[in-house]
């Protein structure tokens, strides 16, 4: 059973950084993804990853965000840079397995996720 865990949330000024990370199967068939919530809104899409690390990006984080992982430490990676208040939000790390190397990743088709870490960004 394939377990998700985040850290490295925290409180920011806009225009600051913050790095996440999570432990996922970072070297098996999966896309890998990261996620955000705000309360009374729908979880949306932020960044994805293949398994051949094919990355996709919301717009509104594009040129801003950063994800990456690393195979050897088994983590994923989401550099946050030129934070606004808006990327304020509960961030999830999610998972789901593919049948082949390279398969494209879909948002819809995360079913493996984190408990969350919490990111405020203040103005």
């Known amino acids: 059973q394939v377990q998700l865990a985040e850290s490295g949330g925290g409180s920011v000024e806009a225009g600051g950084s913050l790095r996440l990370s999570c432990k996922a199967p970072?070297?098996?068939?999966?896309?890998l993804g990261w996620f955000r919530q705000v309360p009374q809104k729908e979880r949306e899409g932020v960044a994805l990853?293949?398994?051949?690390?094919?990355?996709e990006y919301a717009n509104y984080v594009k040129g801003r965000f950063t994800i990456s992982k690393d195979n050897a430490r088994l983590t994923l990676f989401l550099q946050m840079n030129q934070l606004k208040p808006e990327d304020t939000a509960t961030y999830y790390c999610a998972a789901y397995a593919v049948p082949y190397w390279g398969n494209s990743c879909r948002w819809g088709n995360f079913d493996i996720w984190g408990q969350g870490t919490q990111v405020t960004v203040s103005s």
């Open positions: 990853i293949g398994s051949t690390s094919d990355t």
């Open positions: 970072t070297a098996e068939r999966y896309c």
